[in-house]
């Protein structure tokens, strides 16, 4: 039954809409980020079940735990309150394959990127177990040895992977592989004693293969909801985004004019909806009891986490990444961030690569830091670091967390450091033109990150 979401809200409100009015199916099948499609499935949840059967006729089956007899035990059980049973089943392993590795590792990197370290953990965790995979089996691996026993996407990055796995991967979820089955119970069930009346099966995934047959069989029973392919669509998702974000306000009792939303979009794009609802939850928090969020709401929220945007830009200076680099300095001057502050940022960023330089040329050595795992950069480098610095160490690096040195140290070996140190004398003179010269502000700090992602390390002119 294709009822795949081209205006995912609607359709949202459509089935619940026919749910509550007692047209009801045996199986529903919502796709995409579970911060997101969580809070739909618990409206279609509460129109099939009651508040107070809910203990007794509403289970919900974890990919832990998830085998065909398993899910078809809780279906057939009759429990001690009268009516419908509701099985929520998330993540089923039978509807992912090898052809759907790619989606589930850029949602693991998005998470990283992110910051959101749980869901990241969680994601991986599942993936490591679809795998037969113990985190334990890849310390110590190096990244393309780690890319090899993955079998990772050739047009990913593992870099951010490998370093996530160093510090959280003794504490990542194990979950012991069972057999799931092959999906022909559960399409027997609904073919022949599937009745709504008595048992429903709401299926909750962030990734399908929706060309798997299993997936195109229960469209055939039920209606399917694809938020994950309704938001890469570059028109309809970035229309879909524009929607949700008044959806979601309006859900905390409030207004948002359209150049609010424009200003949101801009900043976090139509794609990333968990980014978006941080972002919501933010602008609702700060408006306080105000009903209407205007675009002077975005721009003040920009100022208020603007060491956020800065450290986002630094990170990108790191990276050599340019487009991400005007991007993001693009961003903080249209929203009112001072030139001034920005250029600061940056010189204390390159103050602190022009030290971390330095003490690798006169103690390890580049190379030595250039493929380190994080371990032992903490537990034996970082150590030496603090001996060569000695008592009083620079101001730059007083407080700085051994993970952000880390990153660090793994991006200087792209900055020379005479080219660095050059570059810090003429910010005087930036200065002084950013006070009184006839070359914009914004041109000056484009022209110097230019300058920033176009150098080459030593090594790397060889």
Not at 60 to 75: A, V
Not at 221 to 233: I, M, S
Not at 397 to 413: C, D, E, I, S
Request: proline share 4%; with cysteine; charged share 30%.
């Amino acid at each position: 039954m294709g009822l795949t979401s081209k205006k995912y809200l609607s359709r949202v409100e459509e089935i619940i809409k026919k749910a509550g009015a007692g047209e009801v199916y045996p199986v529903y099948l919502f796709i995409g980020d579970r911060p997101i499609i969580h809070p739909q499935i618990h409206r279609l949840i509460d129109c099939l079940v009651s508040e107070e059967a809910k203990g007794f006729n509403f289970e919900i089956l974890s990919p832990d735990f998830f085998s065909e007899g398993r899910l078809l035990e809780l279906l057939e059980t009759r429990g001690f309150s009268p009516g419908r049973r509701v099985v929520l089943v998330q993540d089923p392993p039978l509807l992912v394959s090898a052809d759907t590795a790619k989606t589930r590792w850029k949602k693991i990197l998005a998470a990283m990127e992110a910051g959101d370290d749980a869901r990241a953990k969680e994601l991986v965790s599942r993936v490591f177990s679809d795998l037969r995979i113990d985190a334990k089996e890849l310390a110590g691996l190096s990244q393309r040895q780690m890319e090899e026993v993955l079998d990772w996407p050739k047009d990913l990055s593992i870099r951010n992977l490998s370093e996530f796995l160093e510090v959280h991967g003794e504490y990542l979820k194990r979950i012991e592989p069972i057999h799931t089955g092959s999906g022909d119970r559960i399409l027997s069930w609904l073919a022949r004693r599937a009745d709504p009346s008595r048992a429903v099966i709401i299926i909750e995934s962030e990734i399908v293969d929706r060309r798997c047959s299993l997936y195109k069989e229960l469209k055939k029973h039920g209606p399917v909801v694809d938020l994950d392919k309704e938001k890469k669509d570059k028109k309809s998702g970035a229309d879909f985004a524009r929607s949700f974000i008044r959806s979601s306000v309006r859900e905390k009792g409030k207004e948002i004019e359209p150049k609010a939303i424009e200003a949101i979009m801009e900043r976090v794009g139509h794609e990333d909806l968990v980014g978006l609802k941080t972002e919501i939850q933010k602008l609702v928090s700060q408006a306080g009891d105000r009903t209407r969020i205007k675009a002077g709401d975005v721009c003040e929220l920009v100022v208020r986490h603007k060491d956020e945007e800065l450290y986002r830009l630094t990170g990108a200076i790191g990276e050599k990444d340019l487009d991400k680099c005007l991007k993001s300095l693009g961003y903080l001057l249209d929203q009112g961030i001072h030139p001034l502050a920005i250029l600061k940022t940056v010189a204390n960023f390159l103050r602190k690569m022009i030290i971390l330089r330095a003490v690798f040329e006169y103690g390890p050595g580049l190379q030595a830091v250039k493929n380190l795992e994080y371990g032992t950069f903490k537990n034996r480098m970082l150590p030496e670091i603090k001996e060569i610095l000695g008592d009083t160490p620079p101001a730059v690096l007083k407080g700085a967390h051994p993970y952000a040195l880390y990153r660090l140290g793994r991006q200087v070996h792209g900055f020379d450091l005479d080219q660095m140190l050059d570059l810090l004398a003429s910010m005087a003179e930036m200065d002084l033109e950013f006070k009184g010269g006839q070359v914009s502000p914004r041109v000056l700090l484009e022209t110097l990150i230019f300058r920033l992602v176009s150098m080459d390390g030593l090594w790397m002119k060889k």
